[in-house]
């Protein structure tokens, strides 16, 4: 679900640009934004280069006002990236604009800023628009206001109108009726009672609003006999709480001490340096967080080695599973439709993140202008009391031996907030050389309204799609499908995928008293369609990327392998239409070689777009995948039926995968780590 609000705008989105514009630096105050120049070839643009791109474009298009949808930094070939050294001078800086000037179509223009020109002009051939501008979503919530028919539905339901709040919703795309036209859905809700207006939705009155034009194309009205949930209890605020009910028991203020200070350093504010690991690490308006050139150096041969060059969120899928007139079209892209940087928050220093947290901001674009997101990242050393590795042998003997050390891990977190939803997206990475992605599902479950106050009331064959969650409100059964795309560089970057079959062996009787036995097949694929995988229990697989050309002293080739963990397909029909949109849901697992301009896997522009230009249609060209630069796709799904433990906030809901070392280093690469020892620690006591 996304969304921005109509009191969101006013209070968070119109401070931010307020404030943000008078650029506020970050907590510290250490990174002075007016003046910071790039120092990596992956740094996101400046706010300088921003203010250029823009003095640039008016040089273009002289008496020409521009809108401008995205400007980010036009990332330098692969080839010259890899080859960069620190110290090297930049290449030239481009940005990546997409701009529509006066009415005209929408551009895709790159900005050399260097010779000060705009160097390509292209147009998408394909479906599609690019995410509205933040003043385009507000200007489309007042659209409504304009039809008396809106008012009066409004008045009928005795809402008062500075009660009210409306979301500007993104309409999927359902066929001809919405060709040639940019369309985006409002519907509202009553903020009376309650800061949790999510539940008391003015249920079944939507506006469609014709998104350059501001006009109201339709105003449909299906839910005038719906009362409008009271919103009992659904204030989530801690002040809002029962302080006088005894029974829970509160967890004591916990924090982790570092005495000597954090291991991590962060360099020229981009450059991350952990334990053996380095990457670079930067906010995105569409993608989030993206993890570049991750490193390892390699404890025996102090080498540093390429594991993954590029990683991040590509699209977001969100889709609703409740077919009716004012739910049928909520299936979101959240990243192309959105963006998970642009919908970023600030996060909260003690609670979001721990205290020994570093903070990075985000150079974005509003109203035309460069503007700071600020703390939006957070990056810090977690340890959970965990066990990196242990032995004891001999126990009860008087010589035992007893090695353990304890798991400390590098967290790099980004949350977005898509109106009722907050996605917290975890990059950890683990001394022992693996990399561990976590999404975590939080915020609010957004409701239906509903005639009835309790289940008894509701006929047995009445489909209620979700659960009552409390009285008149009806939690809706949804999925949310996160699509990773994962560069990976396995100590260089021609690599294949290998399909590490487990399959049961049948013994012969004379051979073994056992029946059976698990053996295990290395299959390489060779070509695209061939690495499209279902996951499955009954016919399981280890998924291993490994660089044929480079093997370890016994021979193996060195390899990372993807693990994943819990996860959900997608159930829906693939004629679907949200489905052809989010095609790159029909597998968990995709392998594309490696193209420049396949980063998006719902396509470039996704507002509207009809499907032909996913993840799903680059793969089905089937080009070979063997021993090349290779990109893994892997598709993190979650079902979720509403329950009353939703209500009116819910608890967090985790899931991830693994990209895990197999036969990369000669032994345990955390060896030589050393314990703790009793006088490295600080220790309260329990009391
Ligand atoms: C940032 O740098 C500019 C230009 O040097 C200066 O005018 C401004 O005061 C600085 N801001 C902060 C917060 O240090
Ligand atoms: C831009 O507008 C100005 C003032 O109306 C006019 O003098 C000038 O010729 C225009 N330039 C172009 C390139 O159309
Ligand atoms: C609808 O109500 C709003 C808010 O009271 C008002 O500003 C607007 O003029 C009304 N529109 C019409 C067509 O009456
Ligand atoms: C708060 O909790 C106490 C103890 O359970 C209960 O007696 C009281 O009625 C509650 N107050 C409210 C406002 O719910
Ligand atoms: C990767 O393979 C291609 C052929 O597919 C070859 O041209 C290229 O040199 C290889 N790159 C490396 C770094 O080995
Ligand atoms: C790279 O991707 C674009 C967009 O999908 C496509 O048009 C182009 O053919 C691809 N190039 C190769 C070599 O596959």
Not at 86 to 95: E, H, I, T, Y
Request: one cysteine or more; glycine letters at 6%; proline letters at 7%.
């Amino acid at each position: 679900m996304a969304y921005f609000t109509t009191r969101n705008c006013y209070l968070t989105i119109l401070s931010l640009l307020i404030i943000s514009l008078q650029l506020t630096t970050s907590k510290a105050g250490v990174n002075n934004h007016t003046t910071n120049v790039a120092r990596h070839p992956m740094d996101p643009l400046t706010v300088q280069e921003i203010n250029q791109v823009r003095v640039i474009l008016s040089s273009y298009a002289t008496n020409k006002s521009f809108s401008l949808h995205s400007v980010v930094l036009e990332e330098p070939l692969k080839s010259y990236v890899l080859n960069w050294r620190q110290g090297d001078p930049l290449s030239p800086r481009k940005a990546s604009v997409v701009a529509r000037f006066d009415d005209g179509p929408f551009l895709m223009l790159v900005v050399d800023l260097k010779l000060g020109r705009v160097d390509q002009v292209k147009t998408n051939p394909l479906s599609g628009y690019p995410i509205p501008t933040l003043e385009e979503m507000l200007a489309a919530l007042t659209a409504p206001f304009s039809s008396a028919q809106f008012n009066k539905s409004i008045s009928d339901r005795g809402v008062d109108f500075k009660d009210l709040v409306c979301a500007p919703l993104s309409p999927g795309w359902y066929g001809k009726k919405e060709e040639n036209k940019r369309i985006i859905k409002i519907q509202c809700f009553s903020a009376e009672n309650t800061v949790n207006f999510y539940m008391r939705p003015i249920e079944g009155l939507t506006a469609v609003v014709n998104l350059d034009t501001n006009q109201v194309i339709e105003i449909l009205d299906h839910g005038k006999h719906i009362p409008i949930p009271k919103g009992i209890n659904s204030d989530y605020r801690f002040l809002a709480q029962n302080n006088s009910n005894k029974i829970n028991k509160p967890i004591n203020p916990i924090s982790i001490e570092q005495p000597t200070g954090p291991s991590f350093k962060v360099k020229n504010d981009h450059l991350i340096k952990w334990a053996n690991w380095e990457f670079h690490l930067k906010p995105d308006p569409r993608a989030g967080l993206v993890i570049s050139q991750a490193k390892f150096q390699d404890p025996d041969s102090g080498e540093l080695r390429s594991v993954l060059y590029k990683g991040m969120v590509s699209e977001l899928f969100v889709p609703y599973m409740d077919p009716t007139e004012s739910w049928y079209f909520k299936t979101y892209l959240d990243a192309g439709e959105y963006g998970l940087g642009l919908t970023a928050v600030s996060l909260d220093p003690y609670n979001d993140c721990p205290k020994n947290a570093h903070f990075m901001d985000g150079v974005f674009v509003a109203d035309g202008k460069p503007y700071i997101q600020s703390n939006i990242i957070c990056v810090f050393e977690s340890y959970g009391g965990d066990v990196a590795w242990r032995h004891t042998e001999g126990n009860f003997a008087e010589n035992k031996v007893r090695e353990v050390r304890p798991k400390v891990k590098l967290v790099a977190r980004m949350v977005s907030t898509i109106g009722n939803y907050d996605y917290i997206i975890d990059w950890i990475f683990q001394s022992d050389g693996l990399i561990r992605t976590e999404v975590g599902l939080s915020g609010i479950a957004i409701v239906k309204g509903t005639k009835y106050k309790n289940m008894k009331e509701v006929p047995k064959e009445e489909d209620l799609y979700g659960t009552l969650v409390t009285e008149n409100a009806i939690g809706v059964i949804h999925d949310h499908y996160v699509a990773f795309y994962l560069d990976l560089d396995v100590d260089g970057s021609n690599n294949s995928f290998v399909k590490v079959d487990l399959r049961r062996q049948e013994t012969s009787p004379e051979k073994s008293p056992r029946k059976s036995y698990l053996k295990v097949t290395k299959n390489v694929v060779k070509t695209e369609k061939d690495a499209q995988t279902k996951l499955s229990l009954y016919e399981p697989s280890e998924f291993h990327f490994v660089n044929p050309n480079k093997k370890t002293q016994v021979g193996n080739p060195v390899g990372y392998k993807l693990v994943p963990g819990a996860n959900a397909a997608s159930l829906l029909d693939l004629e679907d239409p949200p489905q052809k949109r989010a095609a790159f849901t029909n597998n968990q697992i995709w392998v594309t070689p490696y193209n420049q301009s396949e980063l998006w896997a719902g396509g470039l522009f996704v507002w509207q777009s009809h499907g032909d230009d996913t993840l799903a249609t680059w793969s089905n060209r089937d080009r070979p995948i063997e021993n090349k630069d290779i990109v893994l796709w892997y598709i993190l799904g979650f079902h979720h039926i509403p329950c009353q433990e939703d209500f009116p906030v819910m608890p967090t809901v985790t899931s991830g995968f693994d990209l895990k070392p197999v036969n990369f280093f000669s032994k345990n690469p955390i060896l030589a780590a050393p314990p703790n020892f009793e006088n490295d620690l600080i220790v309260c006591p329990s009391t």
